[in-house]
């Protein structure tokens, strides 16, 4: 019986088959296409999608093929341009351009390296569930049937599901009444490296007529899309149209030469497609033993590109839970790991549900705005689960901690207006953490990289009034790996008054020299770090007894 079958080996298949090779789970990945496609669908990745490819040790052969977003060259109605830089610096990563093959081939040698294979020309035909597993009959492309076991199977095989229709689940919404084109082509002149293009201009009682351009790597080449002619209105699947020819590149230089100020020459083009946007979610992500993952679970006008980002977020969050319940640490029992198992759906389908409402209203006003609105809406740094069951306890609600996490002040730890971190909250990245005899400084990023509980803690000395002790962090670090062992490791952040000497032994040690850990981790003394990087506790005091009452909540 395999573990875990994930159906759909996009990005997001292939990252949740990664995310469970790395939590030491070996799943069985299959894609009913025969090959990957070609086609530059998925763009936009965000700075929190970025972070997440960092934890996983892909993150520099990501750079390596993508280009940094810089900004955007908006065309007023009149004609006026408008170039418009955006900063990022604040962040540990801006956001980054990838052609989706490139994306899909560097999870595949990541996936490689853990050596399983994408098993391709595999669709599924049906699914069956029991109380102890799930029996899949998988068609091969010359036609053959084979039955599978599996102890769980995940979703991903995007916005036409077999996983989803076969266990029923309702994927609500409706359709874009228009239809839309894109292609990959080169434009000269361009905007500045690294700069979109957007022309919109209204049309009485109809959608706008529209000229989008997003850079890609590769000099002068950009993925452009606006809406199709009305006679190629008609799709009513969402995705792109394998079945017939897209536009010619005469179709899409009409829309250009009808838009732009100035006068540029679409050539080259490699591809194109006509397409279809909707809006919908699924009514859960969950059926028993079966997930759902990615655009199975959610579809959404490509608003900001939160699409990909979003399933692969949801990838991430699950892989870490499925794992702990595969390998048998969480309750035993028939409905083994059911409260951590159930935390998968309470965390993320409010995150797409959010997404689904954010771009589609982004889009039915896209005629009206021409800039405007928060920066960070389209990073995902600032999504949270708070309201999860699994996280916890609280601090104190008083007047410190009731202000939201809104700001870059606030999630970079930037300056005094620092939010009071709660349960659930992105941990906040810190630079400048100093080891003793370490010759560069470190970020708590990776310090915390890996497949495990982090437990933070704040270090003062022996003389300090507040915080932990050197004495104390080693006595609670000795006990926690008695009774947690593999689940959880300790470090500790020591003020800058912490001598090298002081440091606790056997507990990975930094300085925050410049004060960066300080400032972003304030009114507690430990956090403990779920393997997602979100916050699975603040603890005022930092007690065996209190994260015990973390992992008792977690996994029973």
């Known amino acids: 019986m395999h573990e875990v079958l994930i159906v759909g080996a996009g990005p997001v298949g292939l990252t949740m088959a990664a995310e469970l090779a790395r939590h ?84 595949t040698e990541h996936l490689a390296h853990f ?64 239809g839309f084109m894109l292609g990959e082509v080169t434009i000269r002149p361009s905007p500045p490296r690294g700069f979109a293009l957007r022309a919109v201009r209204p049309r009485p009682d109809d959608a706008p007529d529209m000229f989008i351009a997003v850079p890609l790597q590769g000099r002068d080449r950009f993925r452009v899309s606006s809406l199709a002619p009305v006679e190629e209105a008609g799709h009513s699947e969402h995705g792109l149209s394998a079945e017939k020819p897209g536009p010619n590149i005469a179709t899409l230089q009409a829309v250009a030469d009808r838009l732009l100020p100035e006068s540029v020459t679409l050539s080259e083009m490699t591809w194109s497609s006509y397409f279809r946007i909707s809006m919908r979610l ?137 939010a009071v971190l709660r349960p659930g909250d992105r941990a906040p990245d810190a630079a400048g953490l100093v080891r003793a005899h370490v010759g560069h400084p470190a970020r708590l990023r990776e310090i915390l990289r890996g497949t495990v509980h982090v437990l933070v803690v704040r270090l003062t000395s022996e003389a300090a009034s507040s915080g932990i002790s050197p004495a104390a962090v080693e006595a609670l670090a000795a006990s926690l790996a008695r009774r947690f062992g593999e689940l959880l490791r300790v470090v500790a952040v020591g003020e800058a008054s912490v001598a090298a000497d002081e440091a606790p032994a056997g507990v990975a040690t930094h300085i925050d020299a410049a004060g960066t850990f300080a400032r972003a981790y304030r009114d507690a003394s430990a956090w403990l770090v779920r393997p997602d990087g979100h916050l699975g506790a603040v603890l005022p005091v930092a007690t065996e007894a209190a994260v015990a009452a973390y992992f008792e909540r977690l996994l029973g």
């Open 24 to 107: 030491r789970v070996r799943p069985r990945i299959i894609d009913k296409a025969t090959a990957p496609l070609p086609y530059c669908r998925a763009v936009g990745v965000t700075p929190r999608t970025l972070e997440v490819y960092d934890d996983m040790g892909i993150v520099d052969a990501m750079l390596d093929v993508g280009l940094w977003l810089e900004g955007l060259r908006m065309i007023a109605p009149d004609g006026a341009i408008h170039d418009i830089a955006t900063d990022f610096s604040d962040l540990p990563y801006g956001p980054l351009s990838i052609r989706q093959p490139e994306t899909e081939r560097v999870l």
């Open 115 to 178: 050596g399983i294979p994408v098993e391709r020309g595999l669709a599924l035909a049906a699914l069956q569930q029991d109380g102890d597993g799930v029996v899949v009959t998988l068609e091969h492309s010359t036609g053959r049937r084979e039955d599978v076991r599996a102890a769980y199977v995940v979703g991903c095989d995007g916005a036409h599901s077999a996983v989803r229709k076969a266990v029923g689940i309702a994927f609500e919404g409706e359709a874009m009444p228009m």
């Open 282 to 418: 699924a009514a859960r992500y969950r059926d028993r033993r079966v997930f759902l993952a990615g655009d199975a679970a959610h579809i959404h006008p490509p608003t900001g590109g939160q699409g990909m980002n979003t399933g692969i977020q949801d990838a991430y969050n699950l892989a870490w839970k499925l794992a702990l319940v595969v390998r048998g640490r969480a309750e035993p029992g028939p409905n083994a790991g059911e409260t951590l198992l159930a935390s998968y759906e309470s965390e993320r389908r409010p995150v797409g549900a959010e997404v689904v409402a954010r771009t589609t209203q982004a889009s039915l006003k896209f005629s009206r705005e021409t800039a405007g609105g928060n920066r960070l809406a389209d990073t995902q740094i600032l999504v949270g689960y708070r309201d999860s069951s699994i996280v916890g306890p609280r601090p104190d609600d008083g007047q410190t901690a009731a202000r939201e996490i809104e700001s870059v002040a606030d999630i970079a730890g930037t300056g005094d207006g620092a």
